[in-house]
């Protein structure tokens, strides 16, 4: 276990070498956090203008509705960035230096097929919602048990969009699993060491967060929450881009062999291997 740990911080560490040589990429998450917050805010402002705060509470209708809508604007919103952040990284593997500009560009050229990818996840978790909610027997662990197989399954959905352009989602969905089942280990040891490794700056953010709240006042309550909510902003965005850079690499790794990026100087049929 203490193998495959270190394994895995020798790619986050070797995604950082990536980030460092790209720092304009975290532009692109917190764009996307700032464009799902603008569109939360739009979505509860027009729940307040008509009058639909008493029904999200006792309106199942409304209450699906209401969250399929933000499933979709946060998956939809998230994919276009992400993607975004792939085709620079992907860019960057090939000896090239992308702009934020030509990532969002490259995003926007395949922008139906990310409202799509958005409407089924907002489709697929809205039903595991209702199904928990309205079957007897399927609790909080069988949803969560679906959610992390999708989640598998869609592991390298973003990277298909921006670099296969296929003509179904079906086809997407298919070549994600098919480059998951070759690099599955791979894949959850860096999806697990990124969040591993920055856990402890979430939890410091949180901490100051909640002493702000708690038990601070004045000054030291405004400076406390503020340097909590960046060390907060910080780990997701650093987690975020560096989630996008090891499924580019190991995307690429899956479909062509090739060793690129945080992958170059390492062997990726070790990474899930003790030592």
């Known amino acids: 276990m203490t193998g495959r740990f270190r394994h895995g911080l020798r790619v986050i560490d070797a995604s950082l070498g990536v980030f460092r040589a790209r720092p304009r990429l975290a532009v692109l998450p917190l764009l996307s956090l700032a464009a799902v917050g603008s569109a939360y805010a739009a979505l509860a402002v027009a729940i307040l203008h008509y009058d639909l705060v008493g029904a999200v509470f006792t309106s199942n209708v409304v209450q699906y509705s ?17 993607a975004a952040v792939v085709h620079c990284a992907t860019r960057h593997f090939a000896g090239e230096e992308p702009t934020v500009g030509e990532g969002l560009a490259a995003a926007w050229a395949v922008r139906r097929k990310i409202v799509a990818w958005g409407l089924v996840s907002a489709t697929i978790g809205t039903a595991f919602y209702v199904v928990e909610d309205n079957v007897p027997g399927v609790g909080t662990l069988t949803h ?18 921006v670099t296969d352009q296929t003509d179904s989602l079906r086809s997407d969905l298919r070549k994600s699993g098919a480059a998951f089942s070759r690099t599955w280990g791979e894949s959850i040891t860096a999806a697990f060491g990124i969040g591993l490794a920055l856990l402890p700056v979430s939890i ?24 909590g909510g960046l060390l907060l902003v910080a780990s997701i965005v650093v987690a975020q881009v560096l989630g996008m850079i090891v499924r580019a690499a190991l995307y690429q790794y899956a479909t062509a062999g ?6 170059e100087a390492l062997d990726p049929d070790g990474i899930f291997v003790d030592d």
């Open 258 to 263: 090739d060793r690129v990026g945080p992958l």
């Open 144 to 161: 969560s048990l679906f959610d992390m197989a999708w989640g598998l399954l869609t592991f390298f959905v973003v990277p298909v969009i």
């Open 66 to 82: 209401v969250m399929f809508v933000a499933i979709a604007i946060a998956s939809g919103v998230g994919i276009f960035f992400n």
């Open 204 to 227: 410091v953010g949180i901490c100051l967060l909640a002493a702000a709240y708690v038990s601070a006042s004045g000054l030291a309550a405004y400076a406390m929450g503020a340097i």
